[in-house]
């Protein structure tokens, strides 16, 4: 990169190359998520999304490579898409429930989920904590506790996994569908060494010898590029860093070639530095290996950078599906327009304050009605049905499937839009 | 610059809903709430305040534990309520007295080596260095005796009776309440908060016991009401091998011995005093594990 | 593994030490000497003088107590505990006869309380019922506070005599006295009836530990079933047992061997009462003999023996330790 002593002009690949001389600073226009009712026209002129395509960068890229990061960035794997079909789904996941018994009361952790996955592709689901995603991905492999009754269909090329028997659930475990937990270090036995553990579960699923399957399990951890794999393969979870047990967990989730991959918030218990080299090992991965992933996570910036589509769930249920760039740019639900304007900003004014979404999530024992969202809700009317009727997830004028009364309007009004500050 | 953000209808009144956090609680009035809530640890309680009474009224209302009356060895009677021992003496009042004596040495036993075992401790815990070394150094090598090897040990030098047993007990109980009041003056040291007192320039002696000290409090009552009921069987197993308590003094464990020839005729010589032994220790012990439940302040 | 392994055997020989030289300090630091003790019967009768003066001789005790420490300690170094006052018999001896039959009853007595305690709390966390908890806790509590002896003489007293007076048939009644024909095969499997005799003693001994075992088992198991790595097992595709097998016992046994540990001072102190009740020859017996009778050399000897095999014993469950969970070999100690 050349010198770069210029601090006005980010060097972006993507971004606004330079501010539009014939706009004066006070009226530069401003790229941002405002989710008040006001309507948007008001604030000055609009970037043209329409006219500039390239005014769709990922928000992540944009502040990564402002700093002048031209390293070969997980998204460039996959951007540039915009919503083309990926092949038929494989993964069917209709009207999924997932109620708990508790102490308390039934608590209604997932009521109603819907969503799909094709060969290949990175679905990421997104969501707070308490939304019910990762209550979701584990029961796609029927590993909830026994105090938990899953409804609903889940379909694996074309088989319902919650009808299959227990012998079946144990050859689509691994040897199919794999999964990838949050915390490596419990998920990890601490007191076998890592090797084992990825030969117990090749030779579980393929017939070969100890030694070939040692191999393979070198093999994988090479893959993820973990150093010196044929020492490491000996070693116990805690001789390795955090960093390179994700990566083992990665290695062992593809050593016997599933199609799909269950990772539930692999990075959230990382370090932030080692976040994205991870992600970049799995996003990779699957992309030469061509196995799909479902990337639970509550990151947005994770979900920029990887996925090809995105689930976004609020209190147990989907109210968006897309694809990224699209709900990125232009969502159609409340929610999700909410999340992309809490994330803060590194172009922005120093002053800015941060745009939370007000309130709590709601208790899944006792759910409000209507739309689960509408106490939080800006633009909750009554007459839109939002405090009395469960929208359900319909198609909206973007692109995306939404479950909100309110769309259409809002989307008109340009309210869920999101704009983006220029650097000037 | 301009104000970017248009203005925004105040969010949910979060706050309100923190303002709803009940009176402040004590940890101690926290501990007994808990405690109360554990229904062995209750019963636990109630048999220990029942023994207590029994020990420090019984006496007044009981006959003379050492009259030799005429008939030995009979069952209970509307005369003798527990019956008479092969001396002819009252099982009642035996029993009673007993109780007494074991809760005596239980509590005094508890006392001294408690006393010990935080004086101990804290020295280590706090000085560290070879004061601790040396301090722990003896602790360990005292602990790889057995407990009832080590004071058999004692009452050779020692000898017997009362005085012996305690002294025999205590010396051997204070190893471990030191161990753990050291232990809680090493974690305690680490924490913040004593960080900061010494950055404010608290001196070293206040901070120990204003700070410290409530740390370790909880393992040590713990081991104390647990300790108690330790000290009341060990001294029933001296008594009973013969080296503890001298006769004729009422000791459950030598009329646990002396019980044995008769078993046949008379089991009421072995049931009542074993019955006293065990009640008595399960009160204690069951206390002592719900003090430990109760103080867990992780819990809270 | 080989510094921990040494470590430990440093450990344990300063315990040895240091154990001998306080024992020694105490039974020389009071203004009466051992000798005058064993006479006097500490105190209870006047002993003729001269008496007293010719056991200081035999026994080395006139001379300065520094030089007494010094022969002691060397005595020691060559397995010479000196010799009991009461029969001039050495202590060594004694040891020699007394110590295997203690060792067989530890033995079995933990092999017992082992296999039950274990089996019953693997039982209960997989049935997982809440009554079995409930039952194994209370059991647990309830014998913990029975004195051992107390316990002892009830199933002597009941199986035993009072079986033998009434007529109880043969598989109800057990003898009391001692160890029978005393034979065993490779020196701790009992043959000839042998058995009959260890029975008793051996349940006494293994009772409370089994209760404990159980509910130290039965919650380790529950616990460690609800681990992480479980899930992970079971989300590789493994069958249910091979979960349990693998990656849910062994995790859960790392605190029951702590327990185990634990439960060996116990055995000890347990031992002693049972021997003295069964009237079972054996160290613990005789330790207490030596202790009525102010017998210095016995008590100290058999002490500082009982404390080497304590000692070994912690040591080796502190090796199988590090079988069970591998980051303690890795010299975390």
Not at chain 1, 48 to 68: H, K, Q, R, Y
Not at chain 2, 224 to 247: C, H, Q, W
Not at chain 2, 259 to 280: D, M, Q, R, W, Y
Not at chain 3, 71 to 78: E, P, Q, R, S
Request: hydrophobic residues 45%.
């Amino acid at each position: 990169m050349a010198d770069d002593t210029t601090p006005q002009e980010p060097n972006t690949t993507g971004g606004p190359a330079a501010p539009d001389p014939d706009l004066a600073p006070a009226d530069v226009p401003v790229r941002e998520v405002p989710i008040a009712e006001v309507p948007v026209a008001s604030e000055g002129p609009l970037p043209d999304t329409m006219a500039d395509p390239t005014l769709l960068v990922d928000e992540a890229i944009l502040d990564a490579e402002a700093e002048g990061d031209h390293a070969p960035h997980i998204g460039e794997i996959r951007h540039g898409a915009t919503g083309e079909p990926l092949g038929a789904p494989i993964l069917e996941v209709s009207d999924l429930t997932v109620d708990f018994r508790t102490d308390d009361g039934e608590v209604h952790a997932v009521r109603g989920v819907d969503f799909s996955v094709s060969a290949g592709e990175v679905l990421a689901v997104v969501g707070e904590s308490g939304s019910g995603k990762s209550v979701t991905a584990m029961s796609l492999l029927k590993l909830l506790p026994p105090s938990a009754r899953v409804g609903g269909t889940v379909r694996w090329q074309g088989e319902d996994l919650l009808a299959a028997s227990k012998e079946r659930m144990q050859q689509v475990r691994g040897a199919e569908i794999a999964m990838i937990f949050q915390d490596p270090l419990t998920a990890l036995n601490p007191v076998y060494r890592v090797g084992d553990q990825i030969v117990e579960m090749i030779l579980v699923h393929e017939k070969m010898s100890k030694k070939q399957a040692r191999a393979r399990a070198i093999e994988m951890l090479d893959l993820v590029g973990i150093p010196q794999a044929n020492k490491r393969v000996d070693q116990y979870t805690h001789e390795f860093s955090g960093g390179m047990r994700q990566r083992a967990m990665i290695a062992m989730a593809l050593s016997c070639n599933p199609k799909l991959i269950i990772a539930d918030e692999p990075t959230t218990a990382l370090d932030v530095t080692v976040q994205a080299q991870v992600l970049e090992v799995l996003a990779d991965l699957a992309h030469r290996l061509s196995v799909a992933v479902v990337l639970i996570t509550h990151d947005l910036g994770v979900v920029a950078g990887m996925a090809d589509h995105i689930a976004v769930m609020y209190a147990g249920r989907v109210v968006e599906t897309g694809t990224v760039d699209d709900t990125f740019d232009s969502t159609s639900h409340p929610y999700t327009a909410g999340l992309l304007a809490s994330l803060p900003r590194l172009h922005g004014d120093i002053d800015q304050p941060l745009v939370p979404i007000g309130g709590q999530p709601p208790s899944m024992l006792n759910p409000p009605a209507g739309c689960s969202f509408h106490p939080r809700c800006l633009f909750a009317k009554e007459e839109a049905g939002c405090m009395s009727v469960m929208p359900e997830l319909e198609v909206k004028p973007g692109g995306q499937f939404a479950a909100c009364h309110r769309s259409e309007e809002l989307l008109a009004a340009g309210n869920l839009v999101r704009r983006v500050e220029v650097e000037s | 610059m301009t104000d970017l953000i248009p203005t925004l209808p105040p969010a949910p009144d979060v706050d309100a809903s923190l303002a709803d956090v009940g009176p402040s609680r004590s940890l101690a009035g926290d501990a007994w709430k808990r405690f109360r809530r554990n229904k062995l640890a209750m019963f636990g309680l109630v048999l220990v305040v029942f023994l207590a009474l029994v020990s420090l009224i019984g006496p007044l209302l009981v006959q003379d534990p050492l009259h030799q009356g005429p008939i030995p060895k009979e069952p209970p009677t509307n005369q003798h309520w527990f019956g008479t021992d092969r001396l002819g003496r009252d099982m009642l009042s035996r029993i009673v007295y007993g109780i007494r004596l074991s809760l005596f040495i239980g509590i005094v036993v508890t006392l001294i080596e408690t006393i010990i075992g935080i004086l101990v401790g804290a020295v280590a815990g706090w000085r560290r260095g070879w004061v601790d070394s040396l301090l722990m150094r003896i602790v360990d090598i005292l602990l790889g005796i057995p407990y009832l090897v080590l004071a058999l040990a004692m009452v050779t030098v020692i000898g017997r009776g009362v005085t012996a047993v305690v002294l025999t007990l205590a010396a051997t109980a204070w190893l471990q309440t030191a161990r753990n009041v050291r232990a809680g003056f090493l974690q305690a040291r680490e924490t913040e908060y004593v960080e900061a007192a010494k950055a404010v320039g608290v001196s070293s002696r206040r901070i120990m016991f204003r700070h410290i000290l409530p740390n370790v409090f909880q393992p040590v009552v713990v081991l104390a009401a647990v300790g108690v009921g330790t000290a009341i069987l060990a001294e029933a197993a001296l008594s009973f091998l013969g080296v503890g308590v001298k006769a004729p003094a009422p000791s459950l464990g030598l009329m646990i011995s002396e019980s044995e020839s008769s078993f046949a005729s008379a089991p009421h010589l072995l049931i009542f005093p074993g019955v006293a032994i065990a009640l008595t220790v399960l009160g204690f012990l069951l206390v002592g594990d719900g003090l430990r439940d109760a103080l867990d302040v992780k819990d809270a | 593994m080989g510094s921990f392994l040494l470590r430990r055997t440093l450990q344990l020989l300063l315990v040895l030490w240091g154990g001998a030289t306080l024992l020694f300090i105490i039974f020389n630091a009071l203004p009466t000497n051992p000798a005058e003790r064993f006479a006097s019967g500490n105190g209870n009768r006047n002993p003729d003088p001269q008496v007293v003066e010719n056991l200081e001789k035999k026994f080395g005790i006139d001379k300065p107590v520094p030089e007494q420490y010094v022969d002691y300690m060397t005595g020691l170094l060559h397995g010479d505990f000196g010799n009991s006052y009461v029969n001039s018999e050495p202590v060594s001896d004694i040891i020699k006869e007394k110590l295997p039959p203690s060792l067989r009853l530890a033995f079995w007595a933990i092999v017992v309380e082992s296999a039950v305690g274990i089996s019953a709390g693997a039982l209960s966390a997989r049935k997982r019922n809440s009554v079995g908890d409930w039952v194994t806790t209370l059991t647990a509590v309830i014998l913990s506070a029975i004195p051992v002896f107390v316990l002892a003489y009830l199933i002597k007293q009941v199986t035993g005599v009072y079986a033998y007076q009434h007529d109880w048939p043969s598989w109800a009644s057990f003898p009391t006295i001692g160890y029978g024909p005393d034979e065993y095969f490779l020196g701790i499997i009992p043959i000839n009836g042998t058995w009959k005799y260890m029975v008793q003693p051996v349940f006494v001994l293994a009772s409370v530990g089994t209760a404990i075992l159980a509910r130290i088992t039965r919650t380790s198991m529950l616990e460690t079933m609800r681990l992480d790595h479980v899930r992970t097992a079971r989300a590789k595709g493994l069958t249910e047992k091979r979960v349990m097998k693998r990656h849910v016992r062994r995790n859960a046994m790392i605190p029951v061997v702590t327990v185990i540990g634990i439960d060996f001072g116990t055995l000890v102190g347990a031992a002693i009462l049972t021997e003295t009740v069964f009237n079972l020859p054996g160290l613990g017996s005789t330790i207490v003999a030596g202790a009525k009778a102010f017998d210095a050399p016995v008590v100290m000897g058999l002490t500082i023996v009982v404390t080497l095999v304590y000692g070994l014993a912690s040591m080796a469950v502190d090796i199988s330790y590090a079988y069970f969970d591998p980051r303690v070999k890795l010299g975390d100690d």
